[in-house]
């Protein structure tokens, strides 16, 4: 073997190689914003290394790079990446020209609180609570230009990222380029589909990433050992071995100067063992391995304790995970450091690769885990702010499980508040379904489904949760529990379409448990007297909806007392009840003709809806048209997809029954696309379309449609939705003969609705 010089290894090359193309045209896209760069490529490919020279580059071009990354661990706080990009400005933030509505961050960004404009008065409502943070994100990029927003690794990302990445898209700002990189196996589709929707004047570029081959392997091995070029044997052995992974190569090339079998000679030149000598592993988490197993008994700790902690974190909390003093803790950080196994992230320690630290996590043995995740639970606990998502993840693996479920039920408090439902629901499901019995009381069980109920709507994972729901119901919960928990079972299954009976059964169940909670008692009443579910009688439905009028007045939410008189309004109207011009004429007073909140949106909806297929038109697009420019916002961004789609789908089918048929199909076409999970809001539009197929003269696709149409109403039990669909089906029966047929649906659709009261002439 050839002596060895005092040389630093070198882990990383200093120049990237192998992507010059793929770089140009990154840097090309960004420095022509509007612009979406799309980096794609599996794990060790080298995204990262290629987004750090486009940042590079776009910043010798005098375009600010803006900089965020999702984790494995998720927080309870949504947009992550987001305000780690806004995080990176600093005190800069103060020195641009921000509007007030930036002042919405300002719970993101506590630390920056003092340079945000002030915040805004409350609006009452999650859902305008989300949209106006995302206007203020969209302050701040706009103000920060020119600039190139990076968000790394959006496999990972919650759902409210991907919605915010769409929703700036879509703003088209000027002075700002968005880089979005991920592992294409692993994304949620709507991620994927972001080059899909950008507007147009937007330049868009797909860039993925392939395996090096032999030849770039070569020359980036080269350049990380210091010389001209490798033989271009080794250059396929490390190629072979590596399946062109960058980052396998950087670990197999300094796995290989650790061992001292490619080592620099005294004179220069460099000398390595013959190549059947070498006995390389094949798989990187070997080779991280054993570099680990080569470093120092104290650093392979730290190196342990950084695997467990998964993610980057400050250095004194992983000092204060590692099972060492201190003093000789930080000596072993320096160590891992020098040894390329770690690296600094700004302020974090970590590995340098996800896969990285979980080869070494995966290495450990259960007691081993287990003491290093109760050591970094313990220091987690201490650290303000606390890390919610990232505590409850070491106590559960430290089987510290009552803590667990305490702070499980804090992150899902924590989430839910910040509108990041999806992560809530994920947060509540795990401790309802995994949690012993032994960790939780039945006070706790209850409060916890009750959350997970609210959230799962919020979230649009109605079927998921109701399974769940329905199992804790079955204990024994206090009676204010089993009331809310009795409500939202019934929410999520009445919204999902499904065992309607047991719906009915659930609201009524739960109105004698309800009295701490006015607004979900009256709720309940309005639900039990809408003419959908259950035996009872039009007298009955009424009874239900009087003495819902009478709890109304107790709710001190004044958006919510609007919500319920909206759907009180929306029964009493196909039922023949007089009193619903007085209630319709309460919304509008109340709100002076123009809604602010999704509720009093949903108000609009419910009446200017139910006012199209009663006739009463002039009404339904007065209401129709204030809610949905209500909900597209004043500066006519959206304040809320779903309530938005739902007024346009209302619309449409005002439209066609006023005859103003131009480009419906079309708009109907999209709108069916839209609300394919909600089929409440689509069955409006669904029977326009069915009923324009019709009109076009296309007699096959009028029969499939309108009877598609006429079946979801009368799987919804919308007997008030039938009319429309209903009377173009006989039409189109009579027309081609077939009145037996009609005839016996028609007796069929009158059996069903005849006992609900149901004002449907065209039936």
Known sequence: MAETSDAPHRLVAPAIVGRDGELRRAVDAVTASPALVVISGEAGIGKTR????????????????????????REPFPLGPVIEAVRGLGEHLGELALSPVAGALRPFLPELAHVLPPAPEPLGDRAAERHRAFRGFVDVFAAAGPAVLILEDLHWAEEQTGDFVGYL?????????????????????????????????????????????????????????????????????????????????????????????????????????????????TRIRDSVLERVARLGDAARQVAEAAAVLQVPVPLSLLVATAPLERAEALRAVGEALESGLLAEHGDDVGFRHPLAAQAVYEDLSGPRRLLLHDRAATALAAAVPTPAGQLA???????????????????????????????????????????????????????????????????????DAAQLLGAVLEEDLPAPARGELRFRLGGLLHDAGTELLRAHQLFADAVADLDHRPDLKAWAMVVLGIPM????????????????????????????????????????????????????????????????????????????????????????????????AAAAGGDGARIETRMERSLRSG??????????????????????????????????????????????????????????????????????????????????????????????RARRLLAAAEPKGVLAPAV
């Open 533 to 628: 579910a259950g035996d009872g009688d039009l007298a009955e439905h009424r009874a239900w909806l009087r003495r819902a009028l009478t709890v109304v007045p107790e709710i001190p939410d004044h958006a919510f007392q609007v919500f319920l008189l909206g759907k009180i309004a929306m029964v009493q109207l196909p039922t023949g009840d007089p009193a619903w011009r007085d209630t319709a004429g309460r919304v509008e007073r109340q709100t002076g003709g123009k809604p602010h909140h999704r509720r009093e949106i949903n108000a609009y909806w419910s009446i200017g809806t139910q006012a199209t297929y009663a006739g009463h038109h002039e009404l339904a697009d007065r209401l129709l048209t204030a809610g949905l």
């Open 169 to 281: 898209l879509a703003e088209s700002l000027p002075e700002l380029s968005v880089v979005v990189t991920f592992r294409p196996e692993s994304v949620d589709p709507r991620v994927r589909a972001l080059a899909a929707g950008v507007p147009a004047g937007t330049g868009v570029a797909d860039v993925t990433l392939a395996p090096l081959g032999p030849a770039d392997v070569g020359a980036l091995a080269a350049s990380i050992i210091g010389v001209d070029a490798v033989s271009a044997e080794f250059a396929s052995y490390l190629c072979e071995r590596t399946s062109g992974l960058p980052f396998a190569v950087e670990e197999l090339v300094a796995l290989l100067q650790e061992r001292g079998t490619l080592v620099q000679r005294r004179g220069g030149g460099w000398a390595r063992r013959a190549l059947d000598e070498l006995d390389v592993p």
């Open 651 to 744: 619309l449409v089918l005002l439209r066609y029954c006023e005859g103003s048929w131009d480009g419906l199909a079309e708009d109907a076409a999209v709108l069916m696309d839209e609300l394919a999970g909600n089929p409440r809001a689509r069955i409006d539009g669904e029977a326009a379309a069915a009923c324009l197929a019709l009109v076009r003269g296309d007699l096959d696709g009028a029969a499939a449609a309108l009877t598609a149409a006429a079946d979801l109403a009368d799987e919804l039990s919308g007997f008030d939705l039938l009319p429309i669909p209903a009377a173009a089906l006989f039409r189109l029966a009579v027309a081609r003969g077939e009145a037996d047929a009609v005839l016996d």
């Open 393 to 463: 993840h070491h106590l559960r693996h430290a089987d510290r499980l009552d803590e667990w479920v305490a702070a499980a039920e804090r992150a899902a408090e924590q989430a839910f508040g910040l509108s990041n439902d999806t992560e809530a629901v994920r947060i509540l499901e795990d401790v309802l379904r995994h949690a012993p019995v032994s960790t939780t009381t039945p006070e706790r069980r209850g409060r916890l489904a009750v959350l997970l109920g609210e959230a799962a709507v919020e979230a649009g994972r109605a079927q």
């Open 50 to 73: 290629l987004v750090g020279e486009l940042a590079a580059a776009a910043s010798r071009a005098g375009r600010r790079p803006l900089a965020g990354r999702c984790h494995a661990l």
